[in-house]
């Protein structure tokens, strides 16, 4: 797998999780460790891996023993070549052994195929690991903006009680009127309700996340991540283009489809391996023991001995006329190339319209990054004016929650388009790499 790095962070998370603070590397080691299809996939390979041995081991001679014990009732021939009417047994033993010398590079190209199949198990495995840090990255963010929208609620309900606060004094000491306070309680009551939904969101990203990474303890699940500022002034907004060739070299369905590919054509030499003569090389080795009733028998041991008898050969296998199965067998077998090609070309196809699709989905949250941004200070601003307005008496209630609306309004969008830009440029990365 291309992730060694996560086995090691793995190893780090289990410490970790029993404090259930985790880094997003730590979620996707656990994903990685716990995805059913990552392990399915794994026993796929192994599969692979097993056929790929077995073409190997091919190459080499067999060697096979045989026995066997007959028994004749009735006439039977005897030493003289006669038949008599008596009963007979006769004991074999054998000892055969044989290697193919020439089947026209057949077992060369079924070699170079199985191999193509395990790298690309391999290709498809990485390409499963790949999902994995997609889905959990995606969770992982949404998390964090869950996270981040809770904590603006709850600083919207801060802000409320202080000015519930600096409001009861001054309607203590008479300066206000008592009425104003209650604007500030449902201002307030409806923040709480806010904040509920907020919790709530959140409860349920953090189950989505949970249930990607197949964990079933996700009571006291959180996680922690460095500043999503950070990771935006880190990493660099790639060309569509540029992305697209790098992922031509790295991504794992090219891979997979270029090795798939290559087994498809040692396929085709295999089919056509068969229109070449086969030459083996055999040797075998054989004994016996025959009684014969009513007569005297030499013993076991001297028979064994005796009719010791060794052979050695050559077999040679030239095809003629089988059916059309050879010709058939290549047509196929190149049709399966073409398909293969035909695949890979959807392959590239998919990837480059993925990659246009992330690259300008990322533009287009650039841009609103850089306007929620701008939106920010003015709302911040415009906050600060209403309220300045408020205590000097030019401005009433509403105005005031007017404007405290319109900013929590736009720290939620300046947040939300903040983490689809650190999630559009974590695509574009994955998609790269």
């Known amino acids: 797998m291309k992730y060694p790095f996560f086995i090691l962070s793995f190893c780090l998370s289990s410490i970790v999780f029993a404090q259930q603070q985790l880094t997003l590397e730590q979620c996707i080691a656990i994903a990685l ?13 192994q599969n692979r891996e097993i056929a790929y041995n077995q073409a190997r081991a091919d190459l080499l001679p067999n060697l096979n023993a045989s026995a066997g014990q007959n028994f004749v009732y009735g006439r039977s021939i005897g030493l003289d070549n006669t038949y008599q009417n008596t009963n007979s047994s006769q004991t074999s033993f054998g000892l055969g052994s044989d290697i193919t010398l020439f089947d026209g590079l057949r077992m060369k190209h079924n070699i170079d195929a199985r191999r193509a199949d395990v790298n690309a198990s391999q290709a498809d495995l990485d390409k499963i690991c790949d999902d994995i840090v997609i889905s959990v990255s995606t969770a992982f963010l949404q998390v964090l903006l869950n996270k981040e929208l809770l904590q603006i609620s709850e600083d919207q309900i801060e802000l409320t009680d202080v000015n519930i606060a600096q409001r009861s004094e001054l309607i203590k000491s008479g ?11 449902a201002q307030k009551a409806k923040e709480e309700l806010n904040r509920v939904q907020a919790e709530s969101n959140l409860k349920l990203a953090l189950l989505d996340l949970a249930q990607i990474m197949e964990i079933e303890n996700v009571s006291d699940l959180d996680v922690t991540a460095p500043p999503v500022e950070q990771h935006i002034s ?16 790295n991504r794992p369905e090219i891979s ?3 090795f798939r590919l290559e087994s498809a054509q040692k396929e085709v030499l295999m089919s056509k391996a068969q229109l070449f003569p086969t030459l083996s090389f055999g040797a075998n080795m054989g004994t016996g023991y025959y009684h014969m009733s009513n007569r005297t028998n030499d013993s076991f041991r001297s028979q064994l001995r005796n009719n010791m008898s060794n052979s050695i050969g050559f077999n040679l296998r030239i095809p003629i006329f089988n059916r059309f199965q050879v010709r058939n067998s290549i047509q196929n077998a190149q049709i399966a190339v073409e398909n293969n090609r035909l695949e890979m070309d959807k392959t590239k196809l998919d990837l480059r319209k993925r990659i246009e699709q992330a690259y300008y989905n990322a533009l287009g949250a650039k841009s609103r990054w850089e306007a929620a941004k ?10 600060r004016f209403a309220e300045q307005k408020f205590e000097s008496g030019r401005a009433n209630s509403y105005e005031l929650f007017q404007a405290k609306n319109n900013l929590t309004q736009v720290l939620s969008e300046k947040a939300q388009a903040k983490y689809e830009y650190a999630f559009r440029l974590r695509i574009l990365e994955l998609l790269k790499d």
């Open 33 to 45: 460790e716990n995805n059913l299809n990552v392990k399915q996939q794994e026993l796929n390979k």
């Open 175 to 185: 300066k206000m009127a008592e009425g104003e306070i209650y604007e500030l309680e």
């Open 234 to 249: 880190e990493s660099l907004l790639l060309s569509a283009e540029a992305v697209y060739e790098s992922a031509l070299v």
């Open 256 to 258: 997979s489809a270029n």
């Open 374 to 383: 701008k939106s920010e200070i003015a709302g911040r601003e415009a906050y």
